[in-house]
C-alpha cells in the first residue's frame, strides 16, 4: 500500500533557527499536504500544493511539491516558540494518507 | 457552523465491551475519513467514505466497522474492544483538498 517516509521524526533547534523536513515515498500523489497538530488538537492544515514543482509559501512556511510527485519538503525560518509541535505531511490521491511526523522542540 | 465534532470525548471501556464513535460535520464535505493515531506511528487510516452510503477501508481496518447513513455522519464501531484499540481516534473529512479534523476521541480499552 501506499507509505510516506517523513524526516527527521524529532528535531531539537534554538529559537530563531530555520527548520526543514521532508516526505518521501513510493507512490505518486496528486497533492501534497502539510498539517500541523498541537498537544491535545486534531491537526491543522498548514500548507496544500497541487502540481509538480510548485513552491508554495504561508507566512514563515515554504512548501514544495517534488518533480517526482513522489515527495515534498516543508521549510519554516526563524522558528518561534509557537512552532512547537508535530507536523505531518500527507499525500492525497484517492484517500489522504499520512507520514508519522516530524516532533519539533525548541530550546530556549 | 461546527466544522467536525466528534463524540464523545473521552472513553473507558472493558475488553469485549462495543462501542460507537460519533462523528458529524456541517460543510457538505463529501470524504469522511477516521484515523488512530498512537504514540510514533503517526495517523493511520481505519476506514474512509468518499460520499453517503459508500465506506472503504484503510490500512488498518480490522476491529471496525463503519456506517455513513447520512453525507452528515461517520460512525465507527468497535464490536468487541481489545486493549489493542488503546488510542486517539481522530475523524476528518474533506472536499477536495480543503479537510478538517476534529478534536479527538481518547479511547482506553482495560
Known amino acids: 500500500g501506499q507509505q510516506l517516509n517523513q524526516s527527521p521524526q524529532s528535531m531539537f533547534i534554538q529559537e530563531g533557527e530555520d527548520v526543514s523536513m521532508n516526505c518521501t515515498s513510493s507512490?505518486?500523489?496528486?497533492?501534497w499536504l502539510w498539517y500541523k497538530q498541537d498537544p491535545g488538537e486534531g491537526p491543522v492544515l498548514l500548507i496544500a500544493?497541487?502540481?509538480?514543482?510548485e513552491l508554495t509559501s504561508n507566512g514563515r512556511l515554504t512548501a514544495q511539491f517534488g518533480i517526482t510527485r513522489k515527495d515534498s519538503f516543508l521549510n519554516i525560518s526563524a522558528s518561534i516558540p509557537s512552532d512547537v509541535g508535530i507536523y505531518f505531511c500527507a499525500g492525497l490521491w484517492d484517500k489522504i494518507i499520512f507520514g508519522k511526523g516530524t516532533r519539533l522542540h525548541i530550546l530556549p | 457552523n461546527a466544522g467536525v465534532t466528534q463524540t464523545p470525548k473521552f472513553r473507558v471501556l472493558k475488553t469485549g465491551q462495543s462501542m460507537t464513535l460519533l462523528c458529524a460535520q456541517d460543510m457538505n464535505h463529501e470524504y469522511m475519513y477516521w484515523y488512530r493515531q498512537d504514540p510514533g506511528m503517526g495517523l493511520r487510516l481505519i476506514h474512509y467514505?468518499?460520499?453517503?452510503?459508500?465506506?472503504a477501508k484503510g490500512e488498518v481496518p480490522d476491529g471496525y466497522n463503519v456506517s455513513r447513513l447520512k453525507k452528515q455522519n461517520f460512525l465507527l464501531g468497535l464490536e468487541s474492544a481489545a486493549p489493542s484499540q488503546t488510542s486517539v481516534y481522530f475523524c476528518?473529512?474533506?472536499?477536495?483538498?480543503?479537510?478538517?479534523f476534529g478534536p479527538g476521541t481518547r479511547l482506553t480499552v482495560l
Open positions: 500544493l497541487y502540481k509538480a514543482g
Open positions: 476528518a473529512s474533506s472536499l477536495g483538498t480543503t479537510s478538517h
Open positions: 467514505s468518499v460520499g453517503e452510503g459508500t465506506t
Open positions: 507512490s505518486i500523489f496528486n497533492t
